[in-house]
């Protein structure tokens, strides 16, 4: 089934968001697959937002996501990558559409509260940063027939 990664940033953390963002992944019928709360190490950001290495803002983003502790999860689902990507909102909260997380939560694009991988390769990619293949837990849901 396909997976992704979804982590709830330090901005989030600190807002008492993890229960809300989760409530939501719930509400649409996914399945938490794996979830710690954790410090990033610097070596791990910039691993994790390697692509983004050359960008004026990633000393900053590098900060930032290492400023306090994150929620990192796996989610599980069909269509889960794409799906995600669409209840965040844009990177840019301002940007982001009312309803979606990053539309009703953010403002500032540096702090926009969550992450969620942007494509299959990215979703293995990032899951395989920060979880080992034991900490995926692997269940059916009974109502999952209904989703
Ligand atoms: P996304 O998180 O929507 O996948 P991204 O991969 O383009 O967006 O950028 C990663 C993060 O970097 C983003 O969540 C917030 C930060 N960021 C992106 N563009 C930025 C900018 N112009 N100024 C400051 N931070 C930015
Ligand atoms: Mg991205």
Same mark, same amino acid.
């Given at each position: 089934m396909e997976k992704t990664f979804i982590m709830v940033k330090p901005d989030g953390v600190q807002r008492n968001l993890i229960g809300e963002i989760v409530q939501r992944f719930e509400n649409k019928g996914y399945t938490l697959a794996a979830g710690k709360l954790m410090n990033i190490s610097k070596e791990l950001a910039e691993e994790h937002y390697g692509e983004h #290495?050359? #960008? $004026?803002?990633f000393g900053e983003l590098v900060s930032f996501i290492t400023s306090g502790p994150v929620f990192a999860m796996v989610w599980e689902g069909e269509g889960v990558i794409a799906t995600a990507r669409k209840m965040m909102g844009a990177t840019n909260p301002q940007d982001?559409? $009312?309803?979606t997380i990053r539309g009703d939560f953010g403002v500032q694009v540096g702090m926009n509260v969550i992450h969620g991988s942007d494509s299959p390769e990215s979703a293995e990619r990032e899951i395989g940063l920060f979880f080992n293949e034991d900490d995926l837990v692997s269940y059916e849901k009974t109502i999952s027939k209904w989703v």
């Open positions: #290495k050359d #960008k $004026p803002f982001a559409e $009312p309803g």
